[in-house]
């Protein structure tokens, strides 16, 4: 069992930067390919990033690539995702998520979610 328990969002102008972070407790992080993902009200929950256990691998979504940074600290059990140049239509609950796989972007490779945190971007 992992719990996954996200902060760092906020309310932010168009074109500013959050960071999320991702706490992890329980079974070994270390072992986990983590993601974030999000979802805007009336739309679906959609991949934004995705991480292997070690780092050394991650994977965007084109609608976030060469905006968003996906890291993670295995020591800390934390991952994080920093959003620059932030747009309204980023505005969405940004969730992070813990996969058995080295990395993936679909949910259902995902076993464990955290609850969420709201990002709102004005215009």
């Known amino acids: 069992q992992v719990q996954l328990v996200e902060s760092g969002g906020g309310l932010v102008q168009a074109g500013g930067s959050l960071r999320l972070s991702c706490a992890a407790s329980?079974?070994?992080?270390?072992?986990?390919?983590m993601g974030w993902f999000r979802q805007a009200p009336g739309k679906e929950r959609e991949f934004v990033a995705g991480?292997?256990?070690?780092?050394?691998?991650?994977y965007y979504a084109d609608s976030v690539k060469g905006r968003f940074t996906i890291s993670r600290d295995n020591a800390k059990n934390t991952v994080y995702l920093q959003m620059d140049s932030l747009k309204p239509e980023d505005t969405a609950a940004y969730y992070c998520?813990?996969?058995?796989?080295?990395?993936?972007?679909?949910?259902?490779?995902?076993?464990?979610w955290g609850q969420g945190t709201q990002v709102t971007v004005s215009s």
């Open positions: 998520a813990a996969t058995h796989w080295s990395i993936a972007s679909m949910n259902s490779r995902y076993d464990y």
């Open positions: 329980g079974r070994t992080f270390s072992s986990n390919g």
């Open positions: 991480i292997s256990w070690s780092g050394g691998t991650t």
